[in-house]
Each structure stands twice: as C-alpha cells, then as structure tokens.
C-alpha cells in the first residue's frame, strides 16, 4: 500500500512497529489529538512548518520517536533542549507517561503551546521551562536530548550543566556528523544509525556519555 494513502494513525502504528516500539491505541489517540491541535495553532503561531498530516507523522512524530531506541534503560528524566513544538520530547513522554520532562523552550509562543498541549493530553511530571538553555540552573535530568540544530559541541557547551552526573546527551545527525566529531575529544561518544520510518533517510543517533566528576 502506496504511504500517501495510509492514514495517520496507521501511518503511527507501523512506523511504530518498524521502529519495534510497542504502543497502545491510547496512545495512538494522544498523538492524533496532539496533531490537531499542532495543526491549528500553527495556523498563527507557524510551530511547524510541516503542512501535511503524513509530514507532520513521519517527520516530526516518528523521527522523534527514534531517539526511544537508543534511551538508557530505565530512564526516569529527560530534559529537552529548544523543545519547539515538542519534539522530541513530548513523543518520548506519550509513550512512557511515568517520565519526567522538562521542556526547555525560550520562545513565549512555543512555550505557551508547550503547557497548553501537556494540559489537553492531562500529561503529569511536565515542567516548561521558557529560556534558553544556558540560563537554566537548578535543574538536571539524567538524559539530555535535542532536535534543534546545535553541533555536538554546541550542545555540550550549551546545556552540559542540565545533564546529570552519569548521565548522557543525545542528538540526532545528518550526514557531516564526521566534521563534527572532530571538535570534540573529551567525552564519550558512540553513534547508531537508524532509518526514518517511510523515508528511506539514515539518522545518526549520538549519544555523549557524561563523566562523573
């Protein structure tokens, strides 16, 4: 069956299922609900500018969700960095209600739809926070993650201080990844590729493991 004709929510599910992600028509409604209200309130706050449903699924819903697949087992926080709409963070929480999120967005409108769309899913342990991620203290998570277009090395400058100690910060890469790394020499670095449910598009997942100390 041709993508294009596949509606959103089995366009969720198998995507799911490639990415070996169990999940719960519960939680396929969560993010069908989370679609809707994404799609309105872009129409005046331009959250994403994805403008199609199988965009905004694969692209936005399931590229998030590739960041589950390589989450520390037993993960109890996450915090993520330059949030926007909510991803990746707001994907990973649906499908595991009992984490801790932070959101870190420093932009008031994307903040605002942040809190509204927690509230509309009823989702508990959410916290927003609207500021750029190098003036946030007093808060840590065992993982960072981020979507937004910072370097490996922007992020550990950035938003080092937010992961805990034994922690790990996670990015996902397009294909200069190699240039970065080479900026980079004092941390822990392992890389997994993963590709994007109905794109054919290779990610490379990084994930830089915090020293103690």
């Known amino acids: ?22 999940h719960t028509t ?21 959250l994403t500018g994805l403008k199609t449903d199988r965009d905004i699924v694969i692209k936005n819903f399931l590229d ?7 989450l520390p087992a037993g993960v109890r926080s996450l915090a993520d960095i330059g949030s926007g709409a909510g991803f990746p963070g707001l994907p990973l929480k649906i499908l595991d209600p009992a984490l801790r999120l932070i ?46 277009l910072f370097t490996v090395a922007e992020l550990i400058k950035k938003a080092g201080h937010i992961c805990a100690e034994n922690g790990c910060m996670i990015l996902s890469k397009g294909p200069k990844l190699s240039e970065e790394l080479k900026d980079v020499t004092t941390e822990e670095i392992s890389v997994t590729d993963r590709e994007l449910p109905f794109e054919h598009v290779v990610r490379h997942l990084v994930v830089v493991k915090k020293a103690s100390g």
């Open 103 to 148: 959101l870190i967005e420093p932009t008031e409108k994307k903040a605002a739809f942040l809190r509204h769309i927690c509230s509309r899913l009823g989702l508990e342990s959410v916290e927003v926070v609207n500021q750029r991620a190098e003036e946030v203290w007093g808060i840590q998570a065992e993982v960072v993650v981020t979507r937004a």
């Open 1 to 22: 069956m041709r993508t294009q004709a596949l509606t959103a929510e089995e366009l969720l599910s198998q995507g799911m299922t490639e990415l070996g992600l169990q």
């Open 64 to 70: 998030s969700l590739l960041f589950r697949t390589v």
């Open 26 to 46: 519960a939680e396929i409604a969560a993010f069908i609900t989370y679609l809707g209200e994404l799609r309105k309130w872009s129409r005046a706050y331009n």
